[in-house]
């Protein structure tokens, strides 16, 4: 039984078992970003068929990422929510806003997504860059995510305009919106600058967060208003004894535990006649995460009653229609090149895996908090948060 631990453990670190993993996202990727292209035909037609299209189409895609943290790696989630609230979940309309404090929270998020069976139906506020990040990005497009510049200027309009395409939906396709309001991850550089506003403007200060951002929130907010039914307050938790919550140990293999806890808020009971009141509201809101995330990291676990969701085994089963769709071909491939093949050919396809590794060692690291921007850190935003054209 040891030894049977041990090959597979050594075979989930092996590069090359890793690389065929890289292929299977990224080939499968392609095709359905490709379909989700051919779907395009359908958007002046039957939008409602479209989006169901593309929900599925996404869902193929993004489950693959949850197949690798549940299934392979053997993440757990442990879930905090009142029981009475717990029936709502996958099952309305909701904002859902998070902290955006590790690498890998939103791997939480998307596992949390896939146990409730709306996965692919979520859709986040995410910044313009993203837009061109091949598969990702690009499913990312087709789905309708709302794309933000950070120039408020322009991020208002593309709000309002992209929250309306949100409340067209199928119904019984019930949508989930992720909001970071923190607008970027947490990095001490970035604390002390958010502490510096939470002074001067004598907001309430935070030990582990960072001072959300509150215009998108407030816009957002008044515009889901009577379309969506709540808002989950998600704040996500690792313990520090623990591995380090990052994708190259989820890679690797390596069972991590997450803690999920959902405050639910029905939509109607938040501000929003004003900016400044959602601004309150979002502040003390984060305030109050802040003191749960407190409270997580003395104890171990977050306030209230835990719940244990199992897995499906949707993302599992998918995984293993692309792997058997993909591989078996390449592997027929690769064994008659090395058999028959000439030299260079053999010379191609071994400077083709070293490149393959490298790209898989750069998706790796878009995901490292240390590699991420500097926005929040104070050298680009002005004091009410809102970045400045460049």
Known sequence: MAMMRYVISYLKSNLLVQLALGYV????????????????????????????????????????????????????????????????LGKEHALALLNHTYDIDWVMTWIMSERFACLGNTKVFSKKSLLYVPLIGWAWYFTETIFLKRQ????????????????????????????YPEGTRFTEKKHQASLEVCRAKGYPELKHMLLPRPKGFAVTVHGLKGHFQSIFNCTVGFENDGLAPTLKNILNGKPLVGHFHIERIPLEEVPSETEEESAVYLRELFKRKDDLFETFLQTGRFTGPSHHIPRRVNDLLMFLFWAVLLCIPLFYYIVGLFAAGSLIQQLIVVAVVAVASYIVKLMIGVTEIDKNSEYGTGASTSTNGVKKSQ
């Not at 489950?63 to 879930?79: D, I, K, R």
């Not at 322009?154 to 919106?177: A, C, E, M, W």
């Open 25 to 88: 996202f990224v080939a499968s990727g392609l095709i359905v970003n490709f379909l989700m292209l051919c779907s395009c035909v359908i958007w002046p037609f039957n939008r409602h068929l479209y989006r169901k299209i593309n929900t599925y189409l996404a869902y193929s895609h993004w489950s693959q990422v949850t197949f690798l943290a549940q299934w392979w790696s053997g993440t757990e989630l442990v879930l905090y929510i009142k029981p009475e609230d717990l029936k709502y």
């Open 152 to 179: 408020w200027d322009h991020d208002k309009n593309s709000i309002r305009r992209d929250l309306q395409r949100t409340l067209d939906f199928p119904k019984g396709y019930y949508v989930t919106l992720l909001l």
